[in-house]
């Protein structure tokens, strides 16, 4: 019989914060991963069949179990513990990632572990030994330092793409965060998106000096530089009074809904003016009959839930509480599991649209196969982020679609180069440009 | 003796350099725990190593490649495909080769025989979701949706669905296996041919040697391909529903439907399910552990306490409910007729049906087993036995008396007497008992607890599935042969004579009990004094 005297249920309450800045406060996450792989299978209720099986781009590519989040959790909790030191393997390990946040939701559904945050935190932590980030990363840190944006471009040309015949109001309630990739490399998306708001007569105005998100910085465990991003764009909008800021680009979208609360430990709902997508005010101007689809677009499209828009972009609360006997927390904890319901915007607006024949890739909302361009890794990573962009088309041909669609720059990039260089016969495209393309019919 | 460079060489040489690594960080990635099946206990702290190299072979050939290296060079090695089954699956000795078999996923689908054709790699899901847009369905075994299914096959491999299905050395078809020596072993019809249709023969059914009752964790070599027996299903689609994590298949209910009924008593619940088998109808019947029903409910692990602390040892002792799932595997008329049939049934025994989601969220597609972590963090099926109807359900009860001692730091369950269920038309039932724990909590009970079981089958003459490798060879070898443990270990000698193979199973929990001190005073059995160290 056992010896009574060491068994208690009673532990000791554990204080922890959902706080990357130390790796510590996810070491209870890290070490009860029981490697069901919920983080890499597509959820099995949605399991397609034995082609597309996965949703981690890394453990995809890479295929060691180290480039998992199963692995990387055992990885993480060897270094919080002093186990393990970093070495080149570990920097490729935690970089060769896109954050997608695919992991996360996947672990949500089993085990419901903070296995997103853990990642970010092993990247502050990376940083703080001073092995972080990689140099493709420090240079990009170095241009949004000089210039504000992510290209290294003159500040003064940001807000070229404005389209002749539109412009922006001194004063407005709703503000236009274009971001840096659609100010300077894909300006087709701003114009759209000033279009379509022109056309609801949507007063906007933009920020009085625009500057990068931090998206990119922050991904990559900088975490001090991506909190002075934060406070210096926050409180510029403040300034401004709006009511509403409005992005494009769903990297930015989750910078400013998400990690800016998260890095300056506050709530989205303490922002202080709301933060959507442009998706959001589409769908709810359509639906109320202010925007209507007119002009048709013959085509056999697909939707790709961009990361930003999808699974990583429920709301940011900060959380300080104790973890005691079976790893209960107190007070009550509102797991962010990516499932608030953003799926079916972008879906409804593409079906309104005459013409289009809608149809769904294998992996889709929650289970979607990132594009791989995002968070650092088309910077340090670009093979990586190249056979991503292809293992995501080989679904396009699979479906047959004529036309890919998303919601992010950095996904349209990225698709629309890898089908450049043969991955796929097929259109890219952002939802702004489609949308606008069909308002104006 | 740790790889060499020339081992090294000669190993990369099979598969290719991105194929294979020594990288302590790369090896850490394949750490057991203390996550994990076992979660946190002794055989995990004790028993468990980081492997000393990792090599992904991608076909057969590499597979015997390798294993002929290893055991030319005196190197142990560990077959591993997913390795979910924490502890047992991951090497157990110093700068072992860990065979990690995820690139073999490879999938045929043969329709008109109704089998299908996997590799080590491919997980059942996928394979289930193939099966159903091919008018087939298999069973995925309560190890969940995303487990290895020939790693689970020649584990365990039964689920509710085994009421009509069968159980899994049924459904093994031609098989493949590359024994502890590299030499290729074809069981069934692949010995003759490359068609996998037919799984005995020629001469002796070896497919004992993969699984016997539940399996032999590695220590005989490595499955790389098999042929799986699928059964007919019905032809609509059950379509996916929801977001994760609140997933499930919605039924169309005219040809699949779960009902649940509760009846007065266990003498009700063996009945019912007893008469359902002699009818011949149902696609599974079964009876779950009432927290289950709190897991389903919860949206998180606080909930379910909030829901399960509601209990108590007499709500717990009055939950009668069976669970039956109707196919209509043949038309709508079919599954009316069966209706009909499992209401006169239940009619006779007491039995009232109760409202019952028209979907399904654990058992035909996904199996949600990795959820059973979710509200202590430490998880282990203690045991499961497989005996008469009537006799199964006195197993559970036996360990909920024993878990009264262990009872913290196992979790309270009030006498919960686990799962039973019926098998292959009810000429079989089933029982599991499983227990949970908080891993930071003080676990060397459990490890003692896991013991104590043995003893207590051993007493009771239950035939448990948990002999071999699972639990010390020599405590249940004499009790259950009398020479049941030096047979199989004849059979490991002759064909492992090196005992490189995931080496040290099957004595492994002989040598744990050895090492871990909290052990010493359970052990009231005879072993010899040269165990593997």
């Keep these: ?441 | 003796m740790a790889i060499s460079k020339e081992i090294y060489k000669a190993l990369e040489a099979v598969v290719g350099s991105q194929y294979i690594s020594d990288d302590p960080v790369i090896c850490e990635g394949y750490r057991s725990g203390p996550g994990g099946y076992e979660s946190g206990l002794g055989y995990e702290r004790v028993m468990t190593k980081v492997p000393g190299c990792v090599i992904m072979p991608r076909t057969t050939e590499e597979v015997q490649r390798i294993v002929k290296v290893c055991y030319r060079n005196d190197v142990p090695y560990v077959p591993y495909s997913t390795g979910f089954y924490g502890s047992r699956s991951h090497p157990h000795v110093e700068d072992a080769l860990l065979i990690d078999l995820k690139r073999m996923n490879d999938f045929k689908l043969d329709e008109k025989h109704f089998y299908v054709e996997v590799g080590p790699g491919m997980i059942y899901s996928p394979i289930q979701e193939e099966c159903m847009k091919h008018g087939a369905y298999v069973v995925i075994g309560g190890g969940g949706a995303q487990a290895s299914a020939i790693a689970n096959l020649i584990g365990d491999g039964w689920s509710p669905l085994s009421h009509r299905i069968g159980l899994p050395h049924r459904r093994i078809l031609g098989t493949e296996v590359v024994m502890p020596d590299g030499e290729l072993l074809k069981l069934g019809s692949l010995a003759e041919g490359d068609d996998p249709f037919w799984g005995e023969g020629p001469g002796p059914d070896l497919r004992g040697l993969l699984r016997g009752y539940t399996g032999l964790r590695g220590c005989l070599g490595i499955v790389t391909r098999m042929a799986i027996k699928t059964l007919p299903f019905q032809p609509e689609r059950l379509e996916p529903t929801g977001i994760s994590p609140n997933t499930a298949l919605a039924l169309p209910e005219k040809r699949v439907k779960w009902i649940n009924f509760v009846v007065p008593s266990k003498d009700a619940q063996v009945q019912a399910m007893r008469e359902i088998g002699h009818a011949e109808i149902a696609g599974a019947v079964t009876k779950v552990p009432l927290f289950w029903r709190a897991i389903a409910k919860a949206e998180c692990k606080e909930e379910f306490w909030d829901l399960w602390s509601k209990e108590n040892e007499e709500t717990v002792a009055n939950f009668f409910i069976v669970r039956v799932l109707l196919i209509g595997y043949t038309s709508e008329e079919q599954m009316e007729y069966d209706e009909r049939v499992l209401m006169d049934i239940m009619s006779e025994v007491g039995g009232i049906a109760r409202r019952t989601k028209p979907s399904d969220e654990s058992w035909i597609k996904n199996a949600d087993s990795a959820g059973m972590w979710l509200m202590c963090g430490g998880y282990v099926s203690v045991d499961y036995v497989i005996e008469t109807l009537s006799q199964s359900p006195d197993h559970g009860p036996s360990y909920a008396d024993l878990k009264r001692k262990y009872t913290p730091p196992l979790m309270p369950d009030y006498g919960d007497p686990g799962w039973f269920q019926s098998f292959e038309l009810g000429h079989q039932g089933y029982s599991e008992f499983l227990v949970y724990w908080d891993q930071d909590d003080d676990t060397n009970p459990v490890d003692q607890f896991y013991v104590d079981t043995s003893k207590m089958n051993i007493k009771n003459r239950f035939y448990t599935s948990l002999l071999g490798p699972h639990q010390p060879l020599y405590l249940t070898g004499p009790q259950y042969g009398p020479n049941y443990h030096e047979f199989l270990l004849k059979v490991k000698n002759e064909f492992d004579p090196k005992w490189k193979s995931h080496p040290p199973v099957p004595l492994a929990h002989d040598v744990f009990v050895e090492r871990a001190p909290w052990m010493h005073h359970m052990k009231d059995w005879e072993s010899p004094d040269d165990l593997p160290k």
């Design chain 1, 1 to 441: 019989m056992a010896d009574p005297s060491p068994v208690r249920y009673y532990k000791p309450a554990a204080e922890f914060k959902l706080d990357i800045t130390d790796v510590k406060n996810f070491v209870y996450d890290m070490s009860r991963c029981i490697k069901c792989k919920g983080c890499t299978w597509v959820d099995h209720t949605y399991m397609p069949g034995p082609k597309f099986m996965t949703r981690c781009p890394s453990a995809a590519k890479y295929e060691f179990d180290a480039y998992g989040a199963y692995g990387k959790m055992r990885i993480g909790h060897a270094m919080a513990e002093g186990r393990l030191g970093w070495n080149e393997t570990a920097l490729e390990v935690l970089y060769a990632c896109t954050l997608c946040g695919a992991c996360d939701v996947g672990c949500k559904r089993n085990l419901d572990l903070e296995v997103g945050l853990s990642l970010e935190a092993l990247r502050v932590k990376a940083v703080q030994d001073g092995v972080g980030p990689l140099p493709a990363h420090k240079r990009i840190a170095e241009s949004i330092a000089q210039k504000h944006n992510l290209y290294g471009a003159p500040s003064e040309k940001r807000t070229e793409w404005l389209p002749q015949g539109i412009t922006p109001a001194q004063k407005a309630e709703v503000l236009y965060f274009a971001g840096c990739t659609a100010s300077y490399v894909n300006r087709e998306i701003a114009q759209s998106t000033a279009k379509i708001l022109q056309a609801a007569g949507t007063a906007f105005m933009l920020m009085p000096d625009e500057w990068c998100c931090g998206n990119t910085v922050f991904s990559v465990g900088l975490f001090d530089e991506a909190k002075a991003l934060a406070q210096r764009n926050i409180d510029q909008v403040r300034q401004t009074g709006v009511k509403t800021l409005l992005t494009s680009c769903a990297e930015c979208y989750r910078m400013w809904k998400v990690d800016y609360p998260k890095v300056l430990n506050i709530s989205t709902a303490d922002l202080g003016f709301q933060v959507i997508h442009l998706v959001e005010y589409v769908d709810e101007k359509m639906k109320s009959g202010v925007l209507k689809m007119k002009k048709p677009l013959e085509t056999r499209l697909t939707y790709h839930d961009s990361c930003g828009l999808a699974r990583l972009s429920d709301p940011w609360t900060p959380y300080e509480g104790k973890r005691g006997w079976m790893g209960c927390v107190e007070p009550r904890l509102t797991r962010r599991r990516g499932n608030q319901e953003i799926y079916a915007k972008p879906r409804d607006i593409l079906k309104a649209i005459p013409g289009v024949n809608l149809v769904e890739m294998p992996r889709t909302r929650e289970n979607a196969f990132c594009c791989g361009a995002g968070r650092g890794v088309r910077e340090a990573f670009p093979d990586f982020a190249e056979w991503a962009a292809s293992h995501r088309l080989d679904e396009v041909k699979e479906i047959g679609a004529e036309t890919l669609v998303s919601s992010c720059p950095w996904c349209k990039n990225n698709f629309a180069q890898a089908a450049k260089a043969g991955a796929a016969d097929v259109q890219v495209l952002d939802i702004s440009e489609v949308i606008c393309a069909s308002i104006e019919g």
